[in-house]
């Protein structure tokens, strides 16, 4: 018999076999395996953001997002074996990636005129 238990990271009420011993449910755990990956795509949105506001190529940046965001499917689709949640829970933090990297983060780095950004991305 299974029971009910509340997710540590999400509140969401959901069944203990699928948590792990943190008490964690599945999209968490996707959540957690992705975050390296995720702070990485996070700093590369805020570099093409930048380098778009410069009028510079951004061809490289999407190239490196497309790789990235590549690893990061591979991983959610090998957890999450329900495809459509896979997809979702792909679309909603590759998109809150974006979102956080074009707010706080692309605010904080964008360069006045002959400043360097030094040690951008350090705090990742
Ligand atoms: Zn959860």
Redesign the pocket.
Known sequence: MSIRVT??????E?DSSECDRQV??????V?ASIAVELAEYRRLWAKRTRYLRAGASIAGCDRQLGRLAKRIAGKVHQRLLNARQAAEVLNEELSRARQRADTADGRILVPRQGQEVIGSGARA
Request: charged letters at 20%.
């Open positions: 997710c540590r990271g999400c509140g969401t959901v964690r449910c599945g999209a968490c755990q959540k």
